[in-house]
Every structure is written in C-alpha cells, then in structure tokens.
C-alpha cells in the first residue's frame, strides 16, 4: 500500500466477477476526455482474460486493480510465458493492460504488485507493455496521441511513457505504424521485378474451403520469416487457428493474400477491416442494437480504413533479391482488394524501427511513420 498526502493506494488481485468488471471498466473513466480512444469491445476482452484464451495453455498470469478511496484509479497485468522461456531461457516475464490516473503513487504501487509476482515466479527481468503476449498488442504508445489506434493497437495517455521511466524502466525496443494509401503507384523498378518473376510467382487469396491447410502454410510461413526478429515467439497452432477462423468471419478472401514460388508457399500478408472505425462510437457493447451495427459497418458499408497486422517472407528469400519482389507483390495483391472495396487509408503495423528492410519497402509505396510504440524492461 501507498500512501501521499494521507490518501492511501489499495491494490488488489483480480480473482473475482467485481474486480474483474472494475479491471475491464477503468479504461472508460481513464480515456473520458480522450477523442482519440476508442472502447474495445467487452466481450473480445472477457474473452482474452477468460480460460478460453489458449494463450493460457502455455502461461501464468496475474492483474491487479489500484484503488484510491476506494475508487479504481489503475490496472496492470503481469504474464509468464513459458514459449517465451523455451525459446530464450532468459527469465523474462511480461506487465500488461497498464492503466493509471497520472499519480505517481498509483503507478508504483501497481508496479510494485506486478514485480514482486513475478520475482516470485522466479522472473529475473521484466519487460512490456504486452497485452498479453508479445504477439498481440505490444509497446506503449509514446507519439502519436492525436489519431485514434487501429484494430489491435494499443493508445494510451500522453503521462504514461514518464511515469514507466520513473520506475526504473528503460526503453529496449521502439516499434512504428506506417500509414498507406492503397492507391499508391507501384515503383516502376518493383513493377519489372514482379514481371519478370510472374511465370514462377503467383499469389492467390485464401481458400475458404481450405481455411485449415492455408491457416497452417501461413503459421509455418510466419515462424520460419520471423524467428531470429527480436523477441519472436513461435504462434501457437491452438492460438493461430482461432484467430484465423474468427477474423475470416470478419474480411474477404482476398484480404489474405499467399505468394508461390514455383507452387511453394513462401510469403503471405493478412490485412483486416478497421474494427475500431466500425465500433468506435459503441463503448464496447454489443447489446441491444450494437451488434446489428457493427455486422452493416462491416459487412454492409465496409469500414474506410483497415490494418495490416501480419506479413512474413521465408527467410531463404529475405536477403536475395525475390524478397523484396516477393513482399512487394503480396502487399499489391492486398492493396487491389481493398482499393477495390473504398478503403481510403491502411496501417502496416508494427514494424521494428531496426527493421530496415521492411521500413524501405514501406516507405518506396508511400508509406508514412506516424505513431511510435516503445517496449521497456527493467532488471528485477
């Protein structure tokens, strides 16, 4: 417990249907007087902290709610992930789904909760934000406060990023959200490469009918493409399944795009419809009529904005010459599917600001940085 100026701060774990109402509820009073925020809806996040989440198949996890006079004023999460031990043997675990008034009590007693679970655990370095795993949302938001996040990305307030420094934490890792224009002019040099490889690459959208197979050549595509990237963590096939068969729930085939090289699947890309553009004005609920909204918006309208959140190329073709090709052909064969349905503005993200390979082929389209996320770790 912390106290300043004789106001104590309560932190409490979350075990329950009320703490756990109170964990999920803070962001609405934290983001009141935020244009930028849009509400996540409730049943997608009961669901991430439910025992449906195959994530904890694989981790442990506490959260925990800060109150001040009884009133929650802050939330945090910690995680332990025993894919991320596994492939590091590093002792890492991971704070998420932070939350806090700017009050500096308030942020030491949530993070004072969080590091001493894990010190328990065995944990030697902590490291985040991840919600809930570091192929979910990842990093804090530290530039770009004004624009409202995309489908899976994180916001935040502008005293967030300050006040995780205060605790001793330092920023490992700096991430980017480039913005697109699906009516960008292919580079006439990307345009002769395609042509030249075309008789050997094809791409295709997914097949419905073969949503299984495809759901699998992607998961091998992505963990061979993002293995050695910084903090990779093999997706699950429990994890990656699910979500490939909800979100086709959600987008056209031809959303998804896979490359072939000489019938070898070896690149795919995933860009999904703006579900915060299509809900941002239903403060998280479905019930009564938001559902029938949100299913027109999607289905009917077709939301003006959408994100790629997803893309890899075999690494045995990333440092020759096809790589690029390869990359910038999926991304084409994406861009005409939603230049097709009115999307007006698409973000690829996050890309690792190292990441300089990726960031040039973003940038030759047209693509502009213009949010910022950083990760921070702490030695416990």
Do not use: C
Not at 22 to 28: K, M, R
Not at 84 to 111: K, N, R
Not at 260 to 284: M, Q, R, S
Not at 295 to 303: A, D, E, G, I, N
Request: glycine share 6%; proline share 5%; aromatic share 10%.
């Amino acid at each position: 417990m912390s106290q300043n100026n004789n106001v104590s701060i309560a932190v409490d774990v979350v075990t329950g249907a009320k703490t756990l109402r109170q964990f999920l509820a803070l962001p609405h009073r934290i983001y009141a007087s935020d244009p930028a925020w849009i509400a996540p809806l409730n049943f997608i996040k009961r669901e991430q902290l439910s025992g449906a989440n195959h994530f904890f198949e694989h981790a442990r996890w506490r959260a925990w709610v800060a109150y001040k006079n009884d009133v929650p004023v802050g939330r945090i999460t910690a995680q332990i992930d025993e894919m991320h031990l596994q492939q590091h043997d590093d002792a890492v675990g991971y704070f998420g789904m932070l939350e806090a008034d700017d009050d500096p009590t308030v942020f030491s007693a949530l993070f004072a909760a969080a590091e001493d679970w894990l010190r328990s655990e065995g944990i030697e370095q902590v490291r985040g934000p991840f919600n809930m795993h570091v192929n979910e949302e990842v990093g804090l938001l530290v530039d770009g406060f004004v624009t409202p996040p995309y489908v899976l990305m994180g916001h935040a307030r502008e005293w967030y990023g300050a006040a995780v420094e205060a605790q001793g934490y330092v920023g490992v890792k700096d991430l980017l959200a480039y913005q697109v224009h699906p009516d960008f002019k292919a580079p006439r040099v990307m345009e002769r490469l395609a042509s030249r490889v075309s008789q050997r690459v094809k791409t295709r959208s997914v097949r419905r009918k073969k949503l299984l197979e495809d759901a699998r050549i992607m998961l091998d595509i992505f963990n061979d493409a993002w293995q050695n990237n910084w903090g990779f963590v093999p997706l699950a096939e429990a994890d990656w399944f699910e979500t490939v068969s909800t979100l086709t729930k959600l987008m056209p085939d031809d959303y998804i795009q896979i490359a072939e090289y000489d019938g070898e699947p070896v690149a795919f890309i995933v860009a999904l419809p703006n579900l915060n553009e299509a809900a941002h004005d239903l403060k998280g609920r479905l019930l009564p009529f938001g559902w029938a909204k949100l299913f027109w918006r999607l289905k009917v309208r077709h939301p003006k904005t959408a994100r790629v959140p997803l893309m890899g190329v075999k690494q045995s073709f990333q440092h020759s010459r096809l790589g690029p090709t390869l990359a910038f052909m999926i991304i084409d064969g994406v861009r005409k599917a939603l230049h097709a349905r009115g999307v007006e503005a698409v973000e690829m993200g996050w890309i690792l600001e190292d990441n300089d390979g990726m960031r040039s082929i973003i940038e030759t389209i047209g693509g502009v940085a213009y949010k910022r996320y950083r990760v921070y770790q702490k030695e416990l």
